[in-house]
């Protein structure tokens, strides 16, 4: 877990630093911009304006409320404290470098706009760690492999999706979408690392209460 923290780190950087100085970069950028100008279809701009809006700040902290209520009731808070730490820290990462960078949007040429800087993509970032982690903690409780190599499969899909919209709609560059599932998977990781920590520290406690109440 360790290395890839460290890779997302790395890749990170080096985004954050192309996108403030490194023309190639923004000519990649603009140039897969252009690629989607002719699938911006009126209908299609219209489905993946509603896609986008399950991404949005409002959409992932209904869902990490829900969630998170269904955890507590069930006694869980074992990933309960690990979803919010992700949550929360995404968050924060994701703004701070947005007003740290102050990135330029592209043109909004679909009649749908955003006020906040472009890079990291918010939407991107907030998918990545909330439904990567509803997948983490589902994924869990379920014995066969296949069904959790489905689950992880359908929340990559429900990412990607999101993702794909920001870029379809001229709302972000590639690299902003790229710099935001690298900050959402990175607090992911770091939020499956404390739940495992949390657990292996209370296994040592389960098996000494139980060594207790045998010997008595």
Aim: charge should be positive; proline fraction near 3%.
């Amino acid at each position: 877990m360790l290395v890839a923290a460290l890779v997302m780190v790395c890749a990170m950087t080096f985004l954050a630093f192309a996108v403030i100085d490194w023309s190639y970069a923004s000519d990649i950028d603009h140039r897969v911009n252009t690629l989607f100008a002719p699938f911006r279809a009126p209908w299609l701009v219209q489905l993946f304006a509603q896609v986008t809006s399950l991404g949005t700040i409002v959409s992932m902290s209904t869902i990490v409320i829900i969630v998170s209520g269904l955890l507590w009731s069930a006694g869980r808070l074992q990933v309960l404290i690990p979803l919010w730490v992700s949550f929360v820290g995404a968050e924060a990462t994701t703004w701070s470098i947005k007003y740290g960078i102050d990135r330029v949007r592209p043109d909004f040429i679909t009649g749908i706009t955003e006020a906040n800087p472009s890079f990291p993509s918010g939407h991107a970032t907030a998918s990545t760690v909330v439904l990567g982690f509803i997948a983490f903690i589902i994924a869990r409780d379920l014995k066969s492999r296949s069904q959790r190599v489905e689950t992880a499969y359908w929340a990559a899909v429900a990412i990607a999706t999101i993702c794909l919209s920001r870029m379809f709609l001229s709302l972000h560059y590639l690299s902003d979408v790229l710099a935001g599932w690298l900050v959402g998977s990175l607090w992911l990781l770091i939020g499956v690392a404390i739940t495992q920590w949390q657990i292996n520290r209370a296994q040592p406690s389960a098996k000494l209460s139980s060594g207790v109440r045998r010997a008595s």
